[in-house]
């Protein structure tokens, strides 16, 4: 009975708080080792001046019917019944100019000029982001922990990658340094991913920044890998142009931190034995077109064929007769585009969604996905995440 009033009451605060902020709603899968959860959050996050604040009641189980019901996060070493320990903080953030910080749902991470860390990210995880700005320098790192209970204030690790980045002005020349370290990775290959870091200058001349990028991967095994890029990106509103040469010696592997790496990090043949020395050229363009939808598209390639296929886009139609309108999101990678005249083949990994805006952020919709040579569906409800 005591739950039941302890519950009852979360949820008026929750209503009522729901009344001058954002409301946060969620329903998704979350794998953790070989386990799958079903995992449920809502709560209000709100932003009043340099300060925002998210709270959430997180509740999961195992199986829908006969599984255990748990309150927290899925992660906690001791799973919890007890309501209290679903309360959460997922998002909190301050900003006062020279120093900021930002706790909450991963963003995308791309640093210098795409050539290493490209647009990595991990959905469904929180993550710590903060930062220094001294004029025209800025020093930021990103610490992937998170809470799992605030009630006991325990924390996990959320992801193995740390990076870290410091952009400045060097004479005419925008200048970043940057890095990763791998910690406590999942990886089952003998060889992971130890560092990697690059620098890059850059310079904007009539809107398209020309510039150059070099980068080095260390890899446990002692192997170490050198790339450099050197080309042309500029951002013309509704059009985004990336290109020009790059070359790597063995052990290095261009975009390696990208949308794919957390899938790739977790292959048994990942190591820097597969990645050869290679002369070639990256194409990169994108389309944004607000609020319709945007899209991308990149081709990285060799001058000996061998060339890999990248993309997503999201197209959002707009509400038509008392409806809420509808999302289309895709998503492409595939290493042999093309390859015997097929467009999708037994190396591609592609998905469509179909999206119904709920309300807010919360969505119900079907997946697509390309899995042994044809397209399985499956539905789900929840944020974009989920995509």
């Known amino acids: 009975m005591g739950k039941v009033k302890v519950f009852v009451l979360i949820s008026i605060l929750f209503v009522a708080v729901y009344g001058f902020s954002d409301f946060y ?8 080792g070989n386990e799958n959860y079903m995992v449920y959050e809502f709560g209000p996050e709100f932003t009043v001046g340099p300060l925002t604040l998210g709270i959430t009641l997180t509740t999961y189980a195992t199986d829908l019917t006969t599984g255990n019901f748990y309150f927290g996060y899925p992660g906690a070493q001791q799973p919890s019944t007890n309501i209290v320990d679903g309360i959460n903080i997922t998002a909190l953030g301050l900003d006062l100019g020279s120093f900021w910080f930002r706790y909450g749902r991963m963003r995308p991470i791309t640093y210098g000029m795409g050539f290493v860390f490209n647009g990595y990210v991990v959905p469904d995880i929180r993550v710590l982001d903060l930062g220094v700005r001294f004029g025209e320098t800025n020093l930021s790192v990103h610490i992937p922990y998170q809470i799992a209970q605030l ?45 990697a870091a690059g620098v890059s200058l850059t310079k904007e001349i009539f809107g398209i920044s020309l510039g150059a990028e070099a980068d080095i991967q260390y890899w446990k095994d002692g192997t170490i890998g050198y790339g450099a890029f050197a080309g042309a990106y500029g951002n013309f509103g509704v059009l985004q142009l990336v290109a020009g040469p790059y070359m790597t010696t063995d052990g290095f ?4 931190i990208g949308r794919n790496y957390r899938t790739l990090r977790l292959s048994n043949d990942f190591g820097p034995e597969t990645y ?45 007769g008392g409806t809420n309108g509808l999302v289309l999101y895709g998503y492409l990678y595939d290493e042999t585009p093309f390859e015997d005249g097929q467009f999708f083949d037994p190396n591609t990994q592609a998905r469509l969604t179909i999206a119904y805006p709920v309300f807010g952020s919360f ?25």
């Open 25 to 32: 709603l969620n329903v998704g899968t979350l794998q953790i």
């Open 151 to 195: 009630s006991n204030f325990t924390t996990l690790q959320s992801d193995s990658l740390y990076t870290g980045m410091l952009s400045s002005k060097l004479l005419m020349f925008d200048l970043s340094v940057f890095g990763g370290v791998e910690i406590g990775s999942e990886s089952p290959s003998a060889t992971p991913l130890q560092y």
């Open 253 to 256: 592997s261009p975009w390696l």
């Open 276 to 320: 050869k020395a290679e002369l070639g050229y990256i194409v990169s363009l994108g389309f944004t077109l607000s609020p319709y939808g945007k899209a991308s598209a990149s081709l990285k390639g060799n001058f000996e064929g061998k060339m890999t296929l990248s993309g997503e886009g999201v197209v959002n139609i707009p509400a038509i």
């Open 363 to 387: 969505y119900a919709g079907v997946k697509y996905i390309w899995e042994n040579q044809e397209w399985k569906q499956t539905a789900f409800v929840g944020g974009s995440a989920n995509f």
